[in-house]
């Protein structure tokens, strides 16, 4: 059984950093495309990062660009996102995500294949 577990997040105040850590079990943890999604309070679950396995590189939002970091290790079957410059909008459940595919439409939620429960972060202003 494939599990994803979030941890790292919390309540933090604008500009600070928080770092997100997601372990995954159950799955051949390097060849999965990972993800990092996020949902506010009555809106859709959106993009935030994803790091395609093979090599294929990592892809942003817009809205993160310059400020978050993801990253990997496949030793430890984590994968983690570092969230610096933290604004109240980034106030979100965030979710880890892993799909098998390389290439295509890592942005959208359909294209993974797996999830994890989600962790709440909120920036205060």
């Known amino acids: 059984q494939v599990r994803l577990t979030e941890s790292g997040g919390g309540l933090v105040q604008t500009g600070d950093s928080l770092r997100l850590s997601c372990v995954a079990s159950?799955?051949?943890?390097?060849?999965?495309?990972l993800g990092w999604f996020r949902q506010a309070p009555g809106m859709k679950r959106e993009f935030v990062a994803a790091?395609?396995?093979?090599?294929?590189?990592?892809n942003y939002a817009d809205s993160v660009k310059g400020r978050f970091s993801i990253s990997r290790d496949n030793a430890k079957n984590t994968t983690y996102l570092q969230m610096n410059s933290l604004k109240p909008e980034d106030t979100a459940i965030y979710y880890c995500a892993a799909s098998q595919l390389q290439t295509g439409s890592y942005y959208s939620t359909g294209w993974y294949d797996h999830w994890g429960k989600g962790i709440q972060v909120t920036v205060s202003s």
């Open positions: 159950g799955l051949t943890f390097s060849l999965y495309t």
């Open positions: 790091l395609l396995w093979g090599g294929f590189g990592q």
